[in-house]
C-alpha cells in the first residue's frame, strides 16, 4: 500500500474551520502521516533533512493549506523552497521522481468567484498551477487538487460532506 504524507501548512489551526476539520478525519487512516507545518516549526527554521526523510519514506504529498492572497501560505513555500533543493529534488538528484503531489485547499470566496468569467477571472487550478508545474520539473506525478472553496456560507452540512469526500481523497489519492 503507498504511503501519504500530509503537510498541513495553516498558520492559526487553533481557529481554522475548515482545515482543522480535514486534519482531523485524516489523521488516524491507516498509511498516511499529517505533519503541522507551523506547529512543528514555530521559528520557522525548517529541518530540511528531516523533511527531506519524510518525503522519502512517502509515496504521495498531500499539501493542505488555506488560500492566502491567491497563494499558499508563507511557511509552505519556504518549505518548498528549503526542501525541494537541487542535487536532491533535481540538479542531479532525483529523490521525489515517481512519486505523486497534489494540494487540498480551501477559501473563503465562494466557488462561483473562481470561475472562468466569475469575480476573479481565475479558477483555482490557474491559480494553483505553480505546483503541477513543480511536479513536471521535479518527476513527480501531479493529481488533481482538493478544494472547498465558501467558508463565507459554509454550512455545517457542507463541511461535513466535504470532510468525508476528503478523508477518501487522501485514502484513496495517487493509486488510481
Ligand atoms: C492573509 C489572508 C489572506 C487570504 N487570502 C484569501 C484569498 O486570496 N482568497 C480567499 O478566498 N480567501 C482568502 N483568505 C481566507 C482564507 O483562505 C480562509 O479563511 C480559509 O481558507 C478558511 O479555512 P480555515 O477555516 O481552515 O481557516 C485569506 C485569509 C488570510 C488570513
Known sequence: MANTLVVVAHP????????????????SLPGVTVIDLYGRYPDGKIDVAAEQRLIEANDRIVLQFPMQWYNCTPLLKQWIDDVFAPGWAYGGGRAVAGKTLCIAVSTYSKASDYEKGGRYGRTLEELTSPFEVLAFRVEMLYQPGFFLSGLESLSDEELAISTEQYREFVASCGCG
Do not use: P, V, Y
Open 12 to 27: 492559526d489551526l487553533s481557529n481554522s474551520r475548515i482545515n482543522a476539520a480535514w486534519r482531523n478525519a485524516i489523521e
